[in-house]
């Protein structure tokens, strides 16, 4: 059956088959591609698409948070983080001092900005 009707809806457009489904009252609507959604006009009165400036790639153009407004959107987006860009950070917060932290990077338990951890022993 599937092969069936996949050949018959390759037979006419998108629009003419819209407009005999709605006709019989079938609950239908056209699927929307990246290039839709990205055009799509309350995509860009709510910023969803942001523009950010990667260290490694330039400039990436990324959806925003998906449950926003514009007024949401007015916060800095950034990059996603580099493997461990944050790894003194999340240590320090998760009770670390910063003595204990160096030694678990100098034995390779933990990595920073680039360098390799040995997680596995």
Avoid: K
Wanted: aromatic share 4%.
């Amino acid at each position: 059956m599937r092969a069936a009707l996949a050949e018959a809806f390759r037979a006419r457009s998108t629009d003419h088959w819209l407009a005999e489904l709605n006709a019989a009252d079938i609950l239908c609507a056209r699927v929307a591609d990246y290039g839709d959604v990205e055009r799509h006009p309350q995509v860009a009165a709510n910023q969803m698409i942001a523009t950010l400036d990667d260290p490694t790639a330039g400039a990436v153009r990324t959806p925003g948070f998906p449950i926003n407004s514009a007024e949401t959107n007015r916060l800095p987006h950034a990059p996603a983080p580099r493997r461990g860009q944050h790894t003194r950070e999340i240590l320090a917060v998760a009770g670390y001092d910063a003595m204990h932290i160096e030694r678990l990077l100098a034995e390779r338990i933990v990595s920073c900005g680039g360098r390799l951890a040995n997680m596995l022993g």
